[in-house]
């Protein structure tokens, strides 16, 4: 153990598990809110991009195509690993805001040009651990370290600021999770005032560039009231950007899938967001067959384990598990099955749980394998946008490696679903009693999916929707007044034939108020 107070650790341990939450000097929903520009709903992630194409994404593509927010990877100083893998992104060597994605400068243009066109950006913030034991330590902001010594002059930090040494071995143990050094990285000590300072000097120094909050990576390694107290101090966001006295989008990397770990996201919710890692999991199972989709009737309400529906971001899948790491193992569904990953989306993307998030990934073969890049290392920018998507050309392929998903048509077009629905019920619950479903979102929207394999989907169904014939934004998009792809006709009773066939690469189908031609 540490320099920490157990008794203390123990008794606030003590309270989260009894759910004793003591008065707050602040309002903590405030966190659990995303600050979208109205009428926007999803984020997307990409994945160690520059901050230069960010930039461009966000007026070109991201903005005219409704997303809502940017997750980038972390901005800060990190250690340069031999062969340059992904991971190296998530061991810090200074808070210095200088990556391969950028520096500083960059990172300031690239918010100021996407908060313009409407879509907000949140900062994975890496605050649990620094470095692990590699020789020579240096950063890629030319910064050194002795990492063995546990000395960041970068920061600086030394040896007090760090948690005793020692690894986890008992993930039930909420002491040693909280305490220990995650992977053999170098543990800070947030009980610590001075590391408090450090982390909140950056925050708060990106929060001064006008990001409207941040993914907190491995908050499940940090104690609860040390967090509380960093959040609590954080400067609020920029008011001539998100208005007066709004504070950060909070959401949290805690990984517990229910297992009797002694760490529990619902140690985390009350006072932020957290990543609910079952949601994608469960998906995934339902989607490759392992459950019948039928039974996603009430999914998300009040069964399965999962955190209340306005206290989580939601994803299909991550950084971290589409390369088997994290949570999910086999379950996980990724790019690399197409068909039913886009299915999957699109039902993420449908139905009403959560703060959906979109990944949008870059091609491996080697799960540590890092983004494209020549041979000096530098980052290789996917191709841009060809024409103007907003006025119906079709967005072209990202190239060099880089896969873009959220520039796939029907997970693009279903953002759009999202954003057009909103909070409306889901009604109309329709099931064949297997793996054909569809549900209406009000009158707002309607959506359909075939997951019987080798089975075609001909129902006459009730969508929910005023007569007239729409658009399915699976297959194809309206562009003035006129349908690429497929077109619903709903009769004046709000049925409509529906057809998915068992062979088309999509499996679903969707249509929305927008879409009305």
């Given at each position: 153990?540490?320099?920490r107070?157990?008794?203390s650790?123990?008794?606030v341990?003590?309270?989260?598990?009894?759910?004793?939450?003591?008065?707050?000097s602040y309002?903590s929903a405030?966190?659990?809110y995303?600050?979208?520009?109205?009428?926007?709903?999803s984020m997307?992630h990409l994945?160690e991009?520059?901050f230069?194409?960010?930039a461009e994404?966000c007026?070109?593509?991201?903005?005219?195509?409704?997303?809502?927010g940017?997750?980038?990877?972390?901005?800060?100083?990190?250690?340069v690993?031999?062969g340059r893998?992904?991971?190296?992104?998530y061991q810090p060597?200074?808070?210095?805001i200088?990556t391969?994605?950028?520096n500083e400068?960059?990172?300031?243009?690239m918010v100021?040009?996407?908060?313009?066109v409407?879509?907000?950006i949140?900062?994975?913030?890496v605050i649990?651990h620094m470095?692990g034991?590699q020789?020579p330590a240096?950063?890629?902001?030319?910064?050194?370290?002795e990492?063995g010594?546990?000395l960041y002059p970068?920061?600086?930090?030394?040896p007090?600021?760090?948690?005793t040494p020692?690894?986890?071995?008992?993930?039930g143990?909420?002491?040693?999770?909280?305490n220990?050094?995650?992977s053999?990285?170098?543990?800070?000590?947030q009980g610590?005032?001075?590391?408090?300072?450090?982390?909140?000097?950056?925050?708060n120094r990106v929060?001064?560039?006008?990001?409207?909050?941040?993914?907190?990576?491995a908050?499940k390694?940090m104690?609860?009231g040390?967090?509380?107290?960093?959040?609590g101090?954080?400067?609020?966001?920029?008011?001539?950007?998100f208005?007066e006295?709004?504070?950060?989008?909070?959401?949290q990397?805690?990984?517990?899938?229910?297992?009797?770990e002694?760490v529990?996201?619902?140690?985390y919710?009350?006072?932020g967001?957290?990543?609910?890692?079952?949601?994608?999991?469960?998906?995934?199972r339902?989607?490759r067959?392992?459950?019948?989709?039928?039974?996603l009737?009430?999914?998300?309400?009040?069964?399965r384990?999962l955190?209340p529906?306005?206290?989580?971001?939601?994803m299909v899948?991550?950084h971290?598990?589409q390369?088997?790491?994290?949570?999910?193992?086999?379950?996980i569904?990724?790019?690399?099955?197409?068909?039913?990953?886009?299915?999957a989306?699109?039902f993420?993307l449908?139905?009403?749980?959560?703060h959906?998030?979109?990944?949008?990934?870059?091609?491996?073969s080697?799960p540590?394998?890092g983004p494209?890049?020549?041979?000096q290392?530098n980052?290789i920018s996917?191709d841009?946008?060809?024409?103007?998507v907003a006025?119906?050309a079709?967005?072209?392929p990202c190239?060099?490696?880089w896969?873009?998903?959220h520039?796939w048509s029907?997970?693009?077009?279903?953002?759009?679903?999202?954003?057009?629905?909103?909070d409306e019920?889901?009604?109309?619950?329709?099931?064949?009693?297997q793996?054909?479903?569809a549900?209406s979102r009000?009158?707002?929207?309607?959506a359909?999916f075939n997951g019987?394999?080798?089975?075609?989907?001909?129902?006459?169904?009730?969508t929910?929707?005023?007569?007239?014939?729409?658009?399915d934004?699976?297959?194809?998009?309206?562009?003035?007044?006129?349908?690429?792809g497929?077109t619903?006709?709903?009769?004046n009773?709000?049925n409509?034939y529906?057809e998915i066939?068992k062979d088309?690469a999509?499996?679903?189908?969707a249509?929305?108020?927008?879409?009305?031609?």
């Amino acid at each position: 153990m540490n320099n920490r107070n157990l008794l203390s650790r123990l008794a606030v341990a003590s309270l989260l598990l009894l759910q004793v939450h003591w008065a707050l000097s602040y309002d903590s929903a405030a966190y659990r809110y995303p600050h979208y520009v109205d009428g926007r709903t999803s984020m997307v992630h990409l994945f160690e991009w520059k901050f230069k194409d960010i930039a461009e994404e966000c007026e070109r593509f991201l903005g005219p195509m409704g997303y809502a927010g940017v997750q980038v990877s972390p901005i800060n100083e990190n250690l340069v690993i031999p062969g340059r893998p992904w991971y190296e992104r998530y061991q810090p060597m200074s808070y210095k805001i200088i990556t391969r994605s950028g520096n500083e400068d960059e990172f300031a243009d690239m918010v100021k040009r996407c908060n313009k066109v409407g879509v907000r950006i949140y900062v994975d913030a890496v605050i649990n651990h620094m470095t692990g034991n590699q020789v020579p330590a240096v950063g890629t902001g030319g910064s050194t370290a002795e990492p063995g010594k546990r000395l960041y002059p970068g920061v600086p930090y030394g040896p007090k600021d760090f948690n005793t040494p020692c690894g986890i071995f008992n993930y039930g143990n909420g002491i040693e999770v909280r305490n220990c050094d995650l992977s053999g990285l170098h543990d800070l000590n947030q009980g610590s005032e001075y590391v408090r300072e450090k982390i909140l000097e950056f925050l708060n120094r990106v929060i001064d560039h006008g990001v409207a909050g941040f993914r907190v990576d491995a908050a499940k390694h940090m104690w609860p009231g040390d967090l509380e107290i960093i959040y609590g101090r954080t400067k609020n966001l920029r008011s001539d950007v998100f208005g007066e006295n709004k504070r950060p989008f909070i959401f949290q990397e805690v990984i517990d899938l229910g297992g009797g770990e002694g760490v529990s996201k619902w140690q985390y919710n009350y006072f932020g967001s957290v990543i609910e890692f079952v949601f994608g999991i469960q998906i995934g199972r339902f989607f490759r067959g392992w459950e019948d989709l039928s039974h996603l009737q009430h999914w998300g309400f009040s069964d399965r384990g999962l955190l209340p529906s306005n206290d989580v971001v939601v994803m299909v899948d991550n950084h971290d598990n589409q390369r088997g790491h994290g949570a999910g193992g086999d379950a996980i569904l990724t790019f690399k099955n197409p068909r039913l990953y886009k299915m999957a989306v699109a039902f993420m993307l449908a139905h009403p749980y959560g703060h959906t998030r979109v990944m949008s990934s870059f091609d491996f073969s080697d799960p540590s394998q890092g983004p494209p890049a020549d041979s000096q290392g530098n980052l290789i920018s996917p191709d841009p946008i060809n024409g103007d998507v907003a006025s119906g050309a079709e967005a072209n392929p990202c190239g060099h490696g880089w896969v873009c998903e959220h520039r796939w048509s029907p997970i693009y077009g279903m953002v759009g679903f999202r954003n057009v629905v909103q909070d409306e019920a889901l009604t109309n619950w329709w099931s064949n009693g297997q793996n054909q479903i569809a549900f209406s979102r009000g009158n707002r929207g309607f959506a359909a999916f075939n997951g019987q394999f080798g089975t075609d989907l001909k129902e006459t169904l009730q969508t929910g929707l005023p007569a007239g014939d729409y658009c399915d934004v699976i297959s194809g998009r309206k562009v003035n007044g006129k349908c690429t792809g497929k077109t619903v006709k709903v009769n004046n009773d709000g049925n409509a034939y529906i057809e998915i066939l068992k062979d088309e690469a999509d499996g679903a189908l969707a249509i929305h108020a927008e879409t009305k031609l």
